[in-house]
């Protein structure tokens, strides 16, 4: 039993489970104070979406964008670099997939990797900027990142008013995509599978990214954990002088990991336009990419972990929509399990610190108490 709870993934994930039933737990009793049927509606939130298959289908399309976005916060955190410019890569990746999907006359084969590798380019190119930026002018990540979001979306913006949303449209929203500009379902048409295929085509919009999102995490893995890259990542997260004293290039290092960060929260945002909407629109994400940081904190920005955290995350998203809609609690209350989420993780995180410090500061002062008394013992002598 001490070897069970002494390997390290096992304990990380223990916590991650007592964190969120903690939260879980003091949301319940909050409920208890606001709702008429309290015991119904938390019945809702937590089995909610394995009640009805185009629920469940929900939970696994939100998890998808949630693994990508936690990805993409994942590698930039992991180098010690606060990025909060997921959301402009997100948007940027939803644009250029859109525009590609919409208006390229290629068969499907051709037109949605396309897509994807354009999506892929753009954002990486937006997360040069702000990589540039920290990186020769020593710019606060977090004060760049979040500017760029708001030009990202002025952007993504101006083109579906102007040149994209057609004349005869009630709101701000593109033409459907055309059958060779939509993600493909995850199970292939073919007789052997028809019956799988028309359950999951008409329920659901799982496709073919559940497949993207697996190869995506494995190469994450593989580029912090098993490449120079990624040693060079994780040496500046741990310490940056140390590094560049160590002859790491620096700079460059750090523009790479904002690009390369970039590319998976453009993935997500290919993913929200060609595979759930099936359009371009306006508002397609309004918080989905800031909650990829709840999803990497509680993994630990290990990208092995990230599915774990996005799937069980996805599923408190999934559970809230469906409690709004059957019972007397808002939506708002998942922000308020969001919030103890992280409070718990960051508490359970913050106690070895302080321990740790609490323990090298009486290690110090009893190095010095030691020190006093063999100089006293010396001059005595």
């Known amino acids: 039993m001490k070897k069970f709870f002494s390997n390290p993934t096992i304990r990380e994930g223990l916590r991650i489970i007592l964190a969120i039933g903690a939260a879980l737990l003091l949301g319940f009793i909050i409920t208890l104070f606001v709702s008429e049927d309290p015991i119904g509606a938390y019945k809702a939130f937590l089995t909610g979406p394995f009640t009805k ?4 289908g929900d939970w696994i399309e939100e998890s998808i964008t949630l693994i990508l976005v936690g990805l993409s916060v994942a590698i930039a955190f992991k180098a010690n670099m606060f990025s909060m410019g997921t959301q402009g890569q997100l948007v940027m990746g939803a644009l250029v997939s859109g525009v590609v999907a919409l208006y390229v006359p290629l068969p499907a084969v051709l037109r949605i990797p396309l897509a994807l590798l354009c999506a892929m380019l753009a954002g990486f190119l937006w997360g040069l900027i702000p990589g540039y930026l920290k990186a020769q002018l020593n710019a606060n990540e977090i004060v760049s990142t979040l500017m760029l979001n708001t030009i990202a979306i002025k952007i993504y913006d101006y083109f579906l008013v102007f040149h994209i949303k057609p004349e005869d449209a009630g709101y701000n929203v593109s033409e459907k995509f055309s059958v060779e500009g939509q993600l ?3 199970i292939p048409n073919i007789p052997i599978f028809n019956k799988a295929y028309t359950l999951f085509t008409e329920n659901t919009n799982i496709t073919i990214m559940l497949y ?23 040496m500046i997260g741990s310490n940056m002088k140390f590094a560049r004293y160590g002859g790491i ?24 336009t060609m595979g759930i909407q099936h ?20 993994a630990r920005n290990n990208p092995l972990y990230i599915p774990i955290t996005a799937l069980a995350y996805g599923y408190l998203r999934a559970g809230a ?15 308020v399990i969001q919030a103890l989420i992280i ?11 302080v321990q740790r410090v609490i323990e090298e500061k009486k290690e110090q002062t009893s190095n010095k108490e030691n020190g006093t008394l063999s100089e006293g013992g010396s001059n005595e002598h």
């Open 53 to 56: 298959f185009n629920r469940f």
């Open 321 to 335: 929509n469906i409690m709004e809609r059957s019972s007397d609690m808002s939506r708002e209350m998942i922000s």
């Open 343 to 353: 409070l718990f993780v960051t508490a359970e995180r913050i106690l070895p610190t």
């Open 212 to 234: 993207i999102v697996i190869l995506a995490v494995i190469v994450a893995y593989y580029l912090v954990f098993k490449t120079p890259f990624g040693y060079k990542l994780r």
């Open 279 to 298: 359009c371009i629109i306006t508002n397609i994400s309004i918080s989905m990419a800031f909650e990829g940081i709840i999803v990497a904190i509680l």
């Open 184 to 186: 493909p379902s995850f």
């Open 249 to 272: 290039d620096t700079k460059k290092t750090i523009i790479l990991v904002f690009a390369i960060s970039g590319v998976f929260g453009a993935l997500a945002g290919a993913h929200l």
